[in-house]
């Protein structure tokens, strides 16, 4: 009879890691969850191996807010190179369209507002977006033809950083769900009558996660170190850090009871919120579930399981 597999601990919570280049967003999942001997991982947005900069990493129960911190916005700076487009559309793939015009930096900055607000976009072929069941990228890396049709995003800025050099300028998007930079590169380029792709990419917000909150690898592994248990829990962020954006709403300890049991709440007091839409309830300051309000009701969507 074999040995059972070591599950893990119930530990939750958000860790905000400062992904190197490099590294896959797998990868940094699977270096977090060791650190912390946790049983369960996700990540809120694949971030390629060759960008750095902001992932965030739920933990446990907080991996139930995931879609929340995914539906924020973000925050990217990156760099362009102009004279040549690549099949990835940056320096990972083949170059498969060239030009010799290099565009001024007052070209690029008049050209700047085309790619803000809402706007058409079609994605990269290497993407993670699915067609029929299967990735995009896998599609384009197996030598089948891709076509993705153009999506609505909306990019709510687009501002010009520095320009080092004639063929490369530093640009830093604010933008939301769904929007590939290497797009707005690819794009770019094109517009302004020559070709581009990205050359450097780093994530600086997600959601309400910036670089204030970033720890490396190397940080957590000290404060394992450093911890009596052999875990760097001092690093790791409550589950409600996720939810900054949402409302919150104390309930008593027998209304704790009703949500995990999925019963519904009467609000009451004069801090109750009128208004419909989701909100996070608290009790002694632990998340106890995310839930709807409807008609003076507190309804239980998502449940977090006490520790």
Request: glycine share 10%; hydrophobic share 40%; charged share 30%.
């Amino acid at each position: 009879m074999g040995r059972s597999r070591k599950r893990g601990r119930d530990v939750s919570g958000w860790v905000i890691l400062d992904k190197p280049v490099g590294m896959t967003s797998t990868q940094g999942v699977g270096a977090v969850r060791r650190l912390f001997d946790a049983r369960k991982a996700g990540h809120a947005g694949t971030l390629d191996p060759l960008a750095s900069g902001c992932l965030p990493i739920a933990l446990g129960e907080a991996t139930k807010t995931v879609p929340y911190v995914m539906d924020g916005r973000k925050v990217y700076e990156f760099a362009v190179r102009f004279g040549a487009e690549t099949a990835t559309d940056d320096t990972e793939g083949a170059v498969t369209e060239t030009s010799d015009h290099r565009p001024t930096t007052e070209e690029i900055e008049a050209a700047l507002p085309v790619f803000t607000g809402e706007i058409e976009q079609v994605p990269p072929k290497f993407s993670a977006i699915k067609i029929d069941g299967e990735r995009a990228y896998d599609l384009a890396r197996d030598g089948e033809e891709v076509e993705l049709e153009a999506r609505t995003i909306t990019v709510y800025s687009l501002d010009l950083v520095e320009r080092p050099d004639a063929d490369t300028v530093v640009l830093e998007a604010e933008c939301g769900k769904g929007t590939y930079v290497r797009a707005i590169a690819r794009d770019l380029g094109r517009h302004l009558g020559s070709r581009a792709h990205v050359v450097a990419l780093r994530r600086l917000v997600v959601g309400p996660f910036e670089e204030t909150d970033f720890v490396t690898l190397d940080d957590l592994r000290a404060a394992a170190g450093e911890s009596p248990t052999g875990t760097p829990d001092t690093l790791l962020r409550p589950i409600e850090a996720g939810l900054a954006e949402l409302a919150t709403v104390v309930v008593s300890k027998n209304d704790v009871a009703r949500l995990r049991n999925g019963q519904g709440v009467i609000l009451r007091g004069r801090d109750a919120p009128i208004a419909g839409g989701m909100v996070l309830a608290v009790c002694g300051g632990e998340a106890v579930a995310l839930a709807e309000v409807e008609k003076g009701m507190l309804q239980p969507r998502r449940v977090f399981t006490a520790a």
